[in-house]
Nanobody, 125 residues
Framework: QVQLVESGGGSVQSGGSLRLSCAAS????????MGWFRQAPGKEREGVAA???????TYADSVKGRFTISQDNAKNTLYLQMNSLKPEDTAMYYC???????????????????WGQGTQVTVSS
């Protein structure tokens, strides 16, 4: 079955960097759309970045220029490089996958069928 396992979260100071990884298994990775979402306490889950089967990327305005989504198809792994981190980036970060080639709204959580367990990112000021 489809399995997504995130790693790489942690605690950093404002301005620091982290790289999240999502190891995928149980499906033909290259034909899936993948995304990163986050959820802070008391807030709704929001889309951060997504990449489709053609390699096109989408970013939330709040992270443009700071975050980069990428993937290694040979390793079935999705990454999120996060630079210039801010305290408002503090959240649980989730990896998501969907088997469709393209998604109408790649930053919308209902578009995705499969989810990882999440990895915590905490940014202190």
């Amino acid at each position: 079955q489809v399995q997504l396992v995130e790693s790489g979260g942690g605690s950093v100071q404002s301005g620091g960097s982290l790289r999240l990884s999502c190891a995928a298994s149980g499906f033909t990775y290259i034909s899936y759309c993948m995304g990163w979402f986050r959820q802070a306490p008391g807030k709704e889950r929001e889309g951060v970045a997504a990449i489709d089967s053609e390699g096109s990327t989408t970013y939330a305005d709040s992270v443009k220029g700071r975050f980069t989504i990428s993937q290694d198809n040979a390793k079935n792994t999705l990454y999120l490089q996060m630079n210039s981190l801010k305290p408002e980036d503090t959240a649980m970060y989730y990896c998501a996958a969907d088997q469709r080639w393209l998604l109408a709204q790649p930053l919308s959580s209902p578009e995705y069928n499969y989810w990882g367990q999440g990895t915590q990112v905490t940014v202190s000021s």
